[in-house]
Structure formats: structure tokens, C-alpha cells
């Protein structure tokens, strides 16, 4: 491996959190104060200031907010709050493999809430009095809910026919933007399945793995599919997380899934490239501190290789970080510019001139400095003899 991966900008811009911790202290000390209804409405603030007015009655009494592939319908009377989701309708033909299914989700799944099934329609159903609606519980409530619809119900129409109650508002991608995605995507798989077949040649089977898990990782921050596509990827994902399988058969299967995702038709893969508004989001909100302490071991492991100019290992270990960053959180704009700015400073270059690049990006993050590197000929004077000769070089051409 002489280059790095191409790296290809998200097809949107921004992933950063609207959650407005704020909020979140106002309706935790509402709750406090036993003012219910003042504490859920905040609640719903800290999530996306905009969803009363968009979703909610003219008395703040009635919530209709979509997520995905679902809507979760909240009300709000009688001093109860009362909680539904249509999930699906059962279908004459496998509906039988379908309820067990279903039934595995309320045991497994689900500590709160339920799916009921009524009339041949199967719904998520909870309810509590007001007073037991603190915000860390009523989050919990909502999410077990709108994670295990989003996912299951598409999981669903597909395997067993099932149809869904309610058809959710999405927005597809144009074709410009489907086109670039599938070129993309073809151009992803192509450098992974080349990259792995050179590292398998010397049976390097750690640095295959990770150029497997980095390629999935860019899918997702690409592409950010939706619908089955989306779990499709997230369980290949998994999969390939586990330790409990020989290194060289979670490679063989990573490869698998690689050449089924290149192998999808364009006009298939459309089908899950949309955009779709969510209630309870699916990544976590960064934040400086955790993705410090995330990196701490990289960043370690990567200033030791660099002094000793192993300058494959070090792209190969920062690209995997990053992209894995982007996977797991919803990400802050100033971090998120300054790892977009090196990546497309370092993508498609060779190892040794895109090592320093990506590496100052990590230096910087890990040293809280999130400005955007416009000149890197200082760092130069930072690091050992061996870089400053091949930095001097690059800035001469």
C-alpha cells in the first residue's frame, strides 16, 4: 500500500448535534419542581428547539414527530402521558414467522415499552402518569422506540412482506448526487479489496481488517444510506467487530459483504439514499473530552510510529480513527473541519506525505487546538530529522 485511501466529501455537510444542553438543565430542575408538563416540553427543546412548532398543537398538549421510518405520536391529558408508534400490518402470508419476531423484540429489546397488536396492526405503546416522566427515563422511553422501529421495520417489509402504517416523509437524494454515491462507492470497494489483497499477500491480516472496517466506516459518512441499506451496513459493521471468529474469516467476510455492496444496482441502491428528519438521534453527541480520550491510545501508538518513520502505520491508524469518529458521533463543526481539511489534504497521497498531514490533525485535536491547518511547513520544526527531510522535499514541488 503506497497511497492512501481517497477521501470524498459527506454528501452533507454538517452532522453537528442540535441538542441544547441548556434545555436539558431547565427540564431536569422543572421535573425537580414537580412542574411536569414545563419539564417535558424543555425536554423536547433540548432534542430540536423546533419541534413544537413543527410538530406539536396549538396548546403543547399533542406531539406528532417523525422518526425515519415511523412517527411517535405523544399526548399529553389527564395527567398521563400517553405514547404510540404504528409500527406494521401484519401480512396473510408469514405472519406467523413475523409475530415470533415481534415477540422476541418485546422480550429482548424492549424494557418499557411494548408492541400491541390490535385489529391486524401492530403499534409501540407506553404510558405513565406525568410524575414519572423524568427526562433521563422518558429519553430512554423514546429511544428504545425509535431505534427499534426505524431498523425493524424495514428488516421486516423485507423478509416477511410486512407493510408499513405509516409512509415516512423523505426527501431523495437527486441524481447528480445518487450518481456520485455509486461512483463512489464503486471506487471505495475497488481500493479495499486491492489494498486487502496486498496486505493478505504477507498474511498482515490486522492492517486488512482495518482497511475493511475504515471502508465501511466511509460508507456510512459518505453515503449516510437510510432504510435496509442502512442496516445492512451497521450489522456488516458489527460483524466485523467481533473477536470471537479467526482473524482471516472476518476478513473473508468483510471482503463478502464489500463485493455484494459493489455489486448493488445503481437504481437499487437509490431506493435508500434520502434524506429523512429524526426525533431521537442515532449517534451520539460529540464532545471534545470523549473523542480525546477516545483517540488517547492511537495517538500514542501513532507519535511513536511516525518518529520511527513507519508512515503506513500511521495513516492506516489515523484514516481508521476518523472515519470510525464520524461512525459513532454526531459531529461537532470545528473538529469536523479540521479533519475534513486533512483528509482532503492527504487523500489518494503517498503514505509518507500524507502521514505528517493526518497526524498533525490528531496532534491538534488531541492538544485541543481546533483551528484549521492552513500551512503545515511550521510543523516541520516539530517533529524528528527524518520527516523534516521528507517535508522539505514536499514543499519544493
Same mark, same amino acid.
Request: include cysteine; aromatic fraction near 14%; hydrophobic fraction near 35%.
Given at each position: 500500500?503506497?497511497?492512501? /485511501?481517497? !477521501?470524498? /466529501?459527506?454528501?452533507?455537510?454538517?452532522?453537528?448535534?442540535?441538542?441544547?444542553?441548556?434545555?436539558?438543565?431547565r427540564?431536569l430542575?422543572?421535573?425537580?419542581?414537580? #412542574?411536569?408538563?414545563?419539564?417535558?416540553k424543555? =425536554?423536547?427543546?433540548?432534542?430540536?428547539?423546533?419541534?413544537?412548532?413543527?410538530?406539536?398543537?396549538?396548546?403543547?398538549?399533542?406531539f406528532?414527530?417523525?422518526?425515519?421510518?415511523?412517527?411517535?405520536?405523544?399526548? %399529553?391529558?389527564?395527567?398521563?402521558?400517553?405514547?404510540?408508534?404504528? =409500527?406494521?400490518?401484519i401480512?396473510?402470508?408469514?405472519?406467523?414467522p413475523? /409475530?415470533?419476531?415481534?415477540?422476541?423484540?418485546? !422480550?429482548?429489546? $424492549?424494557? $418499557?415499552?411494548?408492541?400491541?397488536?390490535?385489529?391486524? +396492526? %401492530?403499534? !409501540?405503546?407506553?404510558?405513565?402518569?406525568?410524575?414519572?416522566?423524568?427526562?433521563?427515563?422518558?429519553?430512554?422511553? !423514546?429511544?428504545?422506540?425509535?431505534?427499534?422501529?426505524?431498523?425493524?421495520?424495514? #428488516?421486516?417489509?423485507?423478509?416477511?412482506?410486512? #407493510?408499513?402504517?405509516?409512509?415516512?416523509?423523505?426527501?431523495?437524494?437527486?441524481?447528480?448526487t445518487?450518481?456520485?454515491?455509486?461512483?463512489?462507492?464503486?471506487?471505495?470497494?475497488?481500493e479495499?479489496? #486491492?489494498?486487502?489483497?496486498?496486505?493478505?499477500t504477507?498474511?498482515?491480516?490486522?492492517?486488512?481488517?482495518?482497511?475493511?472496517?475504515?471502508?465501511?466506516?466511509?460508507?456510512?459518512?459518505?453515503?449516510?444510506?437510510?432504510?435496509?441499506?442502512?442496516?445492512? /451496513?451497521?450489522?456488516?459493521?458489527?460483524?466485523?467487530?467481533?473477536?470471537?471468529?479467526?482473524?482471516?474469516?472476518?476478513?473473508?467476510?468483510? +471482503? *463478502?459483504?464489500?463485493q455484494?455492496?459493489?455489486?448493488?444496482?445503481?437504481?437499487?441502491?437509490?431506493e435508500? $439514499?434520502?434524506y429523512?428528519?429524526?426525533?431521537?438521534?442515532?449517534?451520539?453527541?460529540s464532545?471534545?473530552?470523549n473523542?480525546?480520550?477516545?483517540?488517547?491510545?492511537?495517538?500514542?501508538?501513532?507519535?511513536?510510529?511516525?518518529?520511527?518513520?513507519?508512515?503506513l502505520?500511521?495513516?492506516? @491508524?489515523?484514516?481508521?480513527?476518523?472515519?470510525?469518529?464520524?461512525?459513532y458521533?454526531?459531529?461537532? *463543526?470545528?473538529?469536523?473541519?479540521?479533519?475534513?481539511?486533512?483528509?482532503?489534504?492527504?487523500?489518494?497521497?503517498?503514505?509518507?506525505?500524507?502521514?505528517?498531514?493526518?497526524?498533525?490533525? @490528531?496532534?491538534?485535536i488531541?492538544?485541543?487546538?481546533?483551528?484549521?491547518?492552513?500551512? =503545515?511547513?511550521?510543523y516541520?520544526?516539530?517533529?524528528?530529522?527524518?520527516? +523534516?527531510? @521528507?517535508?522539505?522535499?514536499? =514543499?519544493?514541488?
Amino acid at each position: 500500500m503506497k497511497e492512501i /485511501l481517497t !477521501f470524498n /466529501l459527506s454528501t452533507i455537510s454538517s452532522t453537528a448535534s442540535r441538542m441544547n444542553l441548556d434545555a436539558w438543565d431547565r427540564s431536569l430542575d422543572a421535573f425537580d419542581k414537580q #412542574e411536569y408538563h414545563k419539564s417535558f416540553k424543555e =425536554f423536547l427543546n433540548y432534542l430540536n428547539p423546533e419541534f413544537q412548532r413543527k410538530y406539536g398543537n396549538s396548546k403543547g398538549t399533542e406531539f406528532n414527530i417523525p422518526h425515519g421510518s415511523i412517527i411517535v405520536n405523544i399526548k %399529553l391529558e389527564n395527567e398521563q402521558i400517553k405514547i404510540t408508534a404504528p =409500527f406494521l400490518s401484519i401480512p396473510e402470508k408469514n405472519a406467523i414467522p413475523l /409475530l415470533r419476531q415481534v415477540s422476541g423484540l418485546n !422480550f429482548n429489546n $424492549l424494557n $418499557l415499552a411494548q408492541i400491541v397488536l390490535n385489529d391486524g +396492526k %401492530l403499534h !409501540f405503546e407506553y404510558s405513565c402518569p406525568v410524575e414519572l416522566i423524568n427526562p433521563w427515563k422518558i429519553y430512554y422511553i !423514546f429511544d428504545e422506540i425509535c431505534f427499534t422501529g426505524d431498523k425493524y421495520d424495514d #428488516e421486516f417489509v423485507t423478509k416477511f412482506g410486512a #407493510e408499513r402504517i405509516y409512509e415516512p416523509n423523505i426527501t431523495p437524494y437527486d441524481t447528480n448526487t445518487v450518481d456520485a454515491v455509486y461512483d463512489t462507492l464503486q471506487l471505495s470497494i475497488k481500493e479495499c479489496l #486491492e489494498n486487502v489483497k496486498f496486505f493478505e499477500t504477507d498474511r498482515k491480516y490486522g492492517y486488512a481488517w482495518n482497511i475493511i472496517a475504515t471502508t465501511l466506516y466511509k460508507i456510512s459518512y459518505y453515503a449516510h444510506p437510510q432504510g435496509q441499506l442502512l442496516n445492512d /451496513l451497521n450489522k456488516a459493521i458489527y460483524e466485523h467487530n467481533r473477536e470471537d471468529i479467526p482473524l482471516p474469516e472476518v476478513v473473508a467476510r468483510g +471482503k *463478502d459483504f464489500a463485493q455484494k455492496l459493489a455489486a448493488i444496482p445503481k437504481d437499487k441502491l437509490a431506493e435508500d $439514499l434520502y434524506y429523512v428528519e429524526t426525533f431521537i438521534p442515532p449517534k451520539r453527541r460529540s464532545s471534545l473530552e470523549n473523542i480525546q480520550q477516545n483517540f488517547k491510545k492511537t495517538y500514542e501508538d501513532v507519535s511513536s510510529a511516525i518518529q520511527n518513520e513507519d508512515y503506513l502505520y500511521v495513516c492506516v @491508524m489515523i484514516t481508521f480513527k476518523f472515519y470510525e469518529m464520524y461512525y459513532y458521533n454526531n459531529l461537532q *463543526d470545528d473538529i469536523n473541519a479540521l479533519v475534513i481539511d486533512a483528509m482532503q489534504r492527504a487523500s489518494a497521497q503517498r503514505t509518507d506525505v500524507a502521514a505528517p498531514i493526518l497526524y498533525k490533525a @490528531m496532534d491538534k485535536i488531541m492538544n485541543g487546538d481546533l483551528t484549521v491547518i492552513s500551512d =503545515f511547513s511550521d510543523y516541520a520544526a516539530q517533529i524528528s530529522e527524518g520527516i +523534516k527531510k @521528507m517535508m522539505s522535499s514536499f =514543499f519544493k514541488k
